[in-house]
């Protein structure tokens, strides 16, 4: 639990700095264009067209600099953090027999997945889902296991599920599941 809320939160971290470093570089590059209060003279002719062209350039590059070497930086650690992903990715990507027939009859056939208003879903399951996803790292287990509706399954896809969505579904689960080893929901592989 520690574990993906840590890396659910470092996720949405760097979205947010991504999408503020976004903003911050829009907002620089267009507040680059103000017109400067101290006037310079060029001479007797006024400035030239090249003149003018450099000094808007030069503003440009110093307003985006900085923005623009945060990006990099934010880039440089998303790319990092795929690839121990994919390093960290379980070589058996499908459930097997018997962990499908484990995990639907855990569930009564019925899809596990939130509905609205943290009730379960109604509807039959028809798929086994890896709760933290496969392309993530998340391990081919019964313990990440989920038993799914298309619909449900579609909508989650392969994004990290939040810890509060994690605590529901071990609430629900202990509704129907005996077991409190079975309650437990999301694995993730170890990095090799």
Known sequence: MLELKRI?????SLRMAYSAAIVWLAAAFVFSFQPNTVHTTFGDAGPSVTDILGKMFDGVLAAVTAPGLVIAALVITVLIIRSRDVRR????????????????????????????FGRRCSRPAEHGDHFYPWSKGGSTSLQNFVAACSGCNRAKGARIPSPSQQE?????RRTYVTLEDAVIVGERQPLP
């Open 168 to 172: 529901r579904l071990e609430r629900r």
């Open 89 to 116: 990715r379980d070589p058996v990507r499908r459930f097997t027999r018997q962990q499908r027939r484990e995990g639907m009859a855990r569930a009564d056939g019925q899809c596990e997945m939130e509905a609205g």
């Open 8 to 12: 659910y939160w470092t996720r949405v």
